[in-house]
Nanobody
């Protein structure tokens, strides 16, 4: 069983940065690609970013490309999402996810989510 625990959410102002982290159970970390998704009130959950299992490849949603950066630290068994130039429309619950494959958005495991609120 993969366990994912997010942290780092909070309330920030537009233009501020924020960094989310996801702690991953060690024994499965090297198997899955990892990703971040988000869900705003009244909207469907959407893809934000993904990183391949070896950390070589990344991909992003068009709405965050150039502002968000996904990274991983194998030594700490964490995946992070650095979010810069935040906008009010980035307000959502952000979820860490273990992906079945790097190239698609099929999720095998979800974290519990962390709230990010961006005020204008």
């Amino acid at each position: 069983q993969v366990q994912l625990v997010e942290s780092g959410g909070g309330l920030v102002q537009a233009g501020d940065p924020l960094r989310l982290s996801c702690a991953i159970s060690k024994r499965t970390f090297s198997i899955y690609a990892m990703g971040w998704f988000r869900q705003a009130p009244g909207k469907e959950r959407e893809f934000v970013a993904a990183i391949s299992w070896n950390g070589v490849s990344t991909r992003y949603a068009a709405s965050v490309k150039g502002r968000f950066t996904i990274s991983e630290d194998h030594a700490k068994n964490t995946v992070s999402l650095q979010m810069n130039s935040l906008k009010p429309e980035d307000t959502a619950v952000y979820y860490c996810a273990a992906l079945r494959y790097y190239t698609d958005n099929v999720v095998d495991y979800w974290g519990q989510g962390t709230q990010v609120t961006v005020s204008s």
